[in-house]
């Protein structure tokens, strides 16, 4: 497969466990926020989203936590199975504005099985 | 099936060879665009389209030409291929400009300029 980033800061977590991947995100303005997964040799896949008026939003096993004070994301996966390794980026836009997404660099998740 | 689809996945070229890179979506998005995927750099974004005619440059457009002239097709083209063009690059659209409901990505093209 495709070598995503040589360089990711890499979490290791023990299957059944639950994952927690951080995001800092750059940009006060920024008022709706998405998570993508990437697994090898794929393109970036669209996991959940949460718009700055929430600061809490649940999918099926994860759940977007958004801190605007501190301008920080993280997306909590539930026990984290091996089909759960992948590479997770956090990404902002400005909806108001005429500016595309912006992505972080990812995070690599690598499941013990 | 909805779907961004890339044309090749794997590329070997050499230096100062032109080519290009189709890129396809069948949902009848208005935005697309092309991003490079370096390690330690992330997604990056090349250029972007908000419509058919409409292109506009991301944050690395050096290098690189598109075109809309179809609302389906977003082709990248890199008229004088350099190695530091050697990149994993991928396509997106969405239906809004502002990606209020996330981008669909495609599969990647695997560049090689020797």
């Known amino acids: 497969g495709e070598s995503v980033g040589l360089h990711l800061p890499t979490l290791s977590v023990q299957e059944g466990d639950n994952s927690i991947i951080n995001c800092a995100y750059s940009?006060?303005?920024?008022?709706?926020f998405i998570w993508y997964k990437q697994e090898s040799g794929k393109g970036p896949q669209f996991i959940i989203d949460?718009?700055?008026?929430?600061d809490k939003r649940q999918g099926q096993r994860v759940t977007v936590l958004l801190n605007k004070t501190v301008k920080h994301l993280s997306l909590q996966i539930a026990a984290t199975q091996p089909g759960d390794s992948a590479v997770y980026f956090c990404?902002?836009?400005?909806?108001?504005?005429?500016?595309?997404?912006?992505f972080g660099k990812g995070t690599r998740l690598s499941v013990i099985a | 099936e909805a779907q961004v689809t890339q044309n090749p996945r794997y590329l070997i070229t050499v230096t100062g060879k032109k080519l290009t890179v189709t890129c396809s979506q069948n949902?009848?998005?208005?935005?697309m665009s092309w991003y490079r995927q370096d390690p330690g750099l992330g997604l990056r974004q090349i250029y972007y389209?908000?419509?058919?005619?409409?292109?506009d440059k991301g944050d690395v457009p050096e290098g690189y030409k598109v075109s809309r002239k179809e609302k389906r097709n977003f082709p990248l083209i890199l008229e004088s291929p350099s190695p530091n063009q050697t990149s994993l690059y991928f396509c997106?659209?969405?239906?809004?400009?502002?990606?209020?409901?996330?981008?669909?990505f495609g599969s990647g093209t695997r560049l090689t300029v020797v």
């Open positions: 389209s908000m419509n058919v005619e409409v292109t």
């Open positions: 949902m009848n998005h208005e935005y």
């Open positions: 990404a902002e836009n400005i909806n108001s504005g005429n500016t595309p997404l912006v």
């Open positions: 940009n006060s303005a920024s008022d709706y």
């Open positions: 997106a659209s969405s239906p809004h400009d502002r990606g209020l409901v996330g981008y669909t």
């Open positions: 949460i718009r700055s008026n929430m």
